[in-house]
């Protein structure tokens, strides 16, 4: 422990269970000293065990829908009410696409589900940070940090219409980032995480199969979510007060390949034995 946000106040979207990236986040930041509030969905927090995490970091839950602005105006009172004041830092760990959970294609999607992966997904990082702005709701120099992918930049099989979503969520925190910078001094970035076995990750159709090739592909291997945890922590610290409108890869040198030995030398294996595949999805 080092006491890294020692006095700091926050909020944390998305902690469901212990296999969350937000609940591995928040654990860490009550070890290094800070108060937050926590949020989700009410029928999030009904599946989840938000409530047990709150208890164990001495806090609140505050339900709110992350699409709704009325909510989220109601989350960041709530939020100042309980601490006295402002915050100084945000976790955004919102993300869903139902063309991934309904098995649509790319190439078939229902615009409808394209639609609430957009809202869900990205344009809620907007909500929040316009409501927080115009309530004036963080520090100085305070930290918003959202989860992203390196699919914004590059296609993966079956990643489907959350690379756009990514991509819109990037663009966002610099658009913003530099308003808020600006005016606020408040920086806001995101970070491009390994595929990590969550709660949602585990229902993705291959994602072992991805987090295999990922582990071979980097330098590091994947990044887990106790080392995310950490690594948000120092954005959330003064350590990164200069860091604002970037995507930071977080993925143990990933992003930055283009073959490697271990994934080379599995290639070569599979050329002596080749299957194509009978049909293509995405």
């Known amino acids: 422990m080092y006491n890294l946000l020692k006095g700091k106040k926050g909020l944390i979207f998305g902690a469901l ?25 009410p029928v999030s927090m009904r599946f989840g065990e938000i409530h047990e995490l709150a208890a164990k970091c001495n806090t609140i839950v505050v339900p709110a829908d992350a699409t709704n602005v009325k909510d989220l105006e109601n989350l960041l009172d709530k939020t100042m009410e309980h601490f006295g004041g402002k915050i100084d830092f945000i976790l955004h760990s919102v993300a869903m696409s139902l063309n991934v959970r309904k098995g649509r294609n ?16 990205a344009i809620s990082f907007h909500k929040l940070l316009q409501a927080a702005k115009k309530k004036d709701a963080i520090n100085k120099w305070g930290s918003v940090v959202a989860l992203s992918y390196v699919a914004a930049q590059k296609t993966l099989y079956r990643y489907n219409d959350m690379a756009d979503a990514k991509a819109m969520l990037e663009s966002i ?9 600006r005016e606020k001094k408040i920086r806001v970035n995101t970070i491009s995480q390994s595929p ?10 291959g994602i072992d199969g991805l987090m ?5 592909m980097s330098p590091l291997g994947n990044a887990t979510a106790d080392e995310f945890a950490n690594f948000c922590i120092t954005l959330f610290s003064d ?20 073959m490697s030995l271990r994934a ?8 002596d034995n080749p299957v194509e595949p009978e049909n293509y999805d995405d």
């Open 212 to 216: 295999d090739f990922t582990e071979r």
């Open 173 to 181: 925190a610099r658009s913003f980032g530099y308003i808020y910078g």
């Open 239 to 258: 350590l990164t007060k200069k860091v604002t409108m970037q995507n930071l890869y977080h993925d143990g040198g990933f992003s930055s390949m283009g």
């Open 17 to 41: 269970n212990d296999k969350s990236l937000a609940w591995k986040v928040a654990e860490k930041a009550y070890e290094e000293g800070a108060e937050f509030v926590l949020t989700n969905t």
């Open 264 to 271: 080379m030398t599995m290639y070569n294996q599979a050329l």
């Open 196 to 205: 990590t076995m969550t709660t949602a990750g585990s229902g993705v159709k």
């Open 106 to 121: 790319y190439d078939n999607l229902d615009y409808g589900y394209l639609n609430k992966t957009l809202d869900i997904s």
